[in-house]
Nanobody, 114 residues
Framework: QVQLVESGGGLVQAGGSLRLSCAAS????????MGWYRQAPGKQRELVAS???????NYADSVKGRFTISRDNAKNTVYLQMNSLNPEDTAVYYC????????WGQGTQVTVSS
């Protein structure tokens, strides 16, 4: 059974930082492309950042220079370091694992107050 379990969300003031973690089980983690998506109320889910099995990264323009995605294959975990947060970053953040199949976590709420 595949599980992606996010943690690290919460309430933070504008300008602050949070680090999200996603622990994966039930998949061969190292061969999957891992990603973070977010969905704000009334908006579509959007890609925030992704990292391939080879370590190549991709970021949404809105987070470039502020967010960093990384992975630890030994721990089957992907991280999202979020700095200089602003209220527009408020959303539910979802972990994603994709190769042939596509898996999602349950999401973690990030709220940035002004």
């Amino acid at each position: 059974q595949v599980q992606l379990v996010e943690s690290g969300g919460g309430l933070v003031q504008a300008g602050g930082s949070l680090r999200l973690s996603c622990a994966a089980s039930g998949i061969i983690f190292r061969i999957y492309t891992m990603g973070w998506y977010r969905q704000a109320p009334g908006k579509q889910r959007e890609l925030v950042a992704s990292i391939t099995s080879g370590g190549s990264t991709n970021y949404a323009d809105s987070v470039k220079g502020r967010f960093t995605i990384s992975r630890d294959n030994a721990k089957n975990t992907v991280y999202l370091q979020m700095n200089s947060l602003n209220p527009e970053d408020t959303a539910v953040y979802y972990c994603n694992a994709v190769r042939v199949h596509n898996y999602w976590g349950q999401g973690t709420q990030v709220t940035v107050s002004s």
